[in-house]
């Protein structure tokens, strides 16, 4: 059953974790250090959220209600799993939330001002089906978000991280069903816009804070999440989902980003990162 905007805004809610006692949970099982590297990428892309709706508002997107008012309630939701991330990072005596995000934004002043601009202008250049490219790109940023989520909560080997994971995982859903329906829809009834998404993800596409992150980080991640049989198959899941959006069939983007990033990656486990990937 779709998720209609009126139902989601009364499903919106700050994850709780507050039974999972964050601050404690670690004190006697540290969580290990590819499991925290990946946290901090999570934690830094889910509070970069606001950045992402800011460029979504400067372009037709933010013409169409329901689209806004969902925004409103994802970025608040997405603001929350940063949080909830950055408890565990604090457990740990590591630097989170607020003080991270901004030494982020120092770094990035100069990307994140033109960043507007850039979206605002295709968005004049392109017309509405621009909201097209952007819904589809939010389906695939929330598969993917949520695949990475399933695959630290299998290899984080803790079982509160796991149980938060999955809360957060759930949350994410909810999104899944909102971006992915809008894709649909708009990709099924403009066959221009099914050109552009196709053009725009086959050449622009890459992993969700793939833009943010260092490369490394990037690799890292990608490496240690989707790496050997169970990340390849979460990997050609995901491109099976972006095979059935109308027009989208046999991008392999998932499978492809999923290949380049392990096959470049030279971090702390380059002995088991697999060589021979399917693409
Ligand atoms: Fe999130
Ligand atoms: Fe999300």
Partial sequence: MQLTIDK???MVAPIDVRDLDLP???LTQRLEDDVLRCLRYMHDIELHTICYLR????????????????????SF????H???????????GEPAGATRVKELRRTRRVAEATKPFVHG?????VGPSMTAVHMTWGAINEWTTQAGYAMLAQRCDHPVLAEML???MRQEGRHIDFYAAQATKRLAEDRRAQWLTRRA?????????????????VRHLISFLFDGDDGSAMAARIDRRIDNLPGLGGLGLVGKARASAIRTYEGCRPATVSETVSV
């Fill in 8 to 10: 989601y805004t009364k």
């Fill in 201 to 217: 993800l086959t050449r622009f596409w890459a992993p969700v804070g793939s833009d943010v992150m260092p490369e490394e980080e």
């Fill in 24 to 26: 404690n949970a670690f």
């Fill in 121 to 125: 202008l295709a968005s004049m250049v």
């Fill in 82 to 92: 940063g949080e909830a991330i950055a408890e565990v990072l604090r457990a740990h």
């Fill in 55 to 74: 460029d979504l508002l400067v372009t037709s997107a933010h013409r169409d209600p329901e689209i806004t008012t969902f925004l409103t309630f994802w």
């Fill in 77 to 80: 939701e997405e603001y929350w």
């Fill in 166 to 168: 999955r809360r957060i």
